[in-house]
């Protein structure tokens, strides 16, 4: 099956932020453990009832000035679920959606109104203060400072399709909070029936990752068999990432109907594939569900 090209996410990297003064360690590790601490609870209280058996873990990634926190489960989630982030700065203060004070705080601090920071970096920080992490670009953001003024274009794209999808102009000054705006980048185009989506996908015809996944997704719970047998085939596809068969196998549920389907759609797969899909299959449904698809 073919998708249009992925684009990667917008990785936590040790790329160096410009002009790191002031710097106090002691105040940064205080600030970068209650940061750990807030996202922890955070993500604790938000997948209380979703994820037994699943720890949650954080990460610390340097920034020369400053740093980024991360926050996720192991085992993952689903990609794009079950992750939270925030910079914290070299005065321990965190900045983000999930921080304490505004990105604008953290740029003036780390004396990019003096010398811009790299392209690179600035998308770095502001995927983990306002998209956990996870924005994605095409290409790299045109960066210009001029008149103590900082002043950025990023166009941001969708992960799993690639499709730029929003044109984002981030203005920082002397004072206040950053100043953001927005221009969609989204090309109306016909959209395509969730089944024939289904049932191209299945049959090895291309189709757009975006209107898979959410055919996929709005098929949870069917009970049409032919719907439930593209589903059984799609589960069973290696694709760029693992996101849309595994909420293929998901969205098939647990019913004789469908343990029979995947049983025939995993059977021509190699050994070492139909083990690893058990293997899932048994961690989203139980070993029971293993066994039955093991007979």
């Not at 920082?172 to 109306?188: D, Y």
Request: with cysteine; hydrophobic share 45%; aromatic share 4%.
């Amino acid at each position: 099956m073919a998708t249009r090209s992925a684009v990667v996410a917008v990785a936590l990297s040790s790329a160096l932020v410009s002009g790191a003064a002031g710097a106090n360690p002691a105040q940064r590790e205080a600030g970068v453990a209650r940061a750990s601490e807030k996202l922890i609870a955070l993500l604790a209280r938000e997948h209380a009832s979703d994820v037994p058996g699943h720890k949650i873990v954080s990460v610390v990634e340097d920034l020369g000035c400053g740093a980024v926190v991360r926050a996720s489960f192991d085992p993952p989630l689903y990609p794009g679920s079950g992750v939270r982030t925030v910079v914290v700065g070299e005065d321990g203060r965190s900045y983000g959606q999930h921080g304490d004070h505004d990105v604008a705080d953290f740029a003036r601090a780390c004396a990019w109104l003096t010398k811009a920071p790299a392209q690179r970096t600035l998308a770095l920080v502001l995927s983990a203060a306002a998209y956990e992490g996870m924005m994605a670009m095409r290409v790299d953001p045109v960066v210009v400072l001029a008149g103590g003024v900082l002043k950025a274009t990023i166009r941001r794209a969708e992960p799993l399709s690639g499709d730029e999808v929003e044109e984002l102009s981030l203005e920082v000054g002397p004072r206040g909070p950053l100043v953001v705006q927005r221009r969609s980048l989204v090309v109306e185009r016909p959209v395509t029936p969730p089944r024939t989506v289904l049932k191209n996908a299945a049959t090895g015809v291309s189709v757009d990752a975006m209107e898979l996944l959410q055919a996929v997704t709005g098929a949870k719970n069917s009970t049409d068999v032919e719907v439930l047998g593209w589903l059984a085939v799609i589960s069973g596809m290696v694709m760029a990432s693992d996101t849309i068969p595994t909420l293929a196998l998901d969205a098939m549920g647990t019913t004789p109907t469908a343990v029979r389907l995947l049983h025939e759609a995993w059977a021509t797969l190699p050994a070492e594939r139909r083990q690893a899909l058990l293997a899932v299959a048994g961690e989203m449904h139980g070993p029971g569900f293993r066994e039955a698809l093991e007979r």
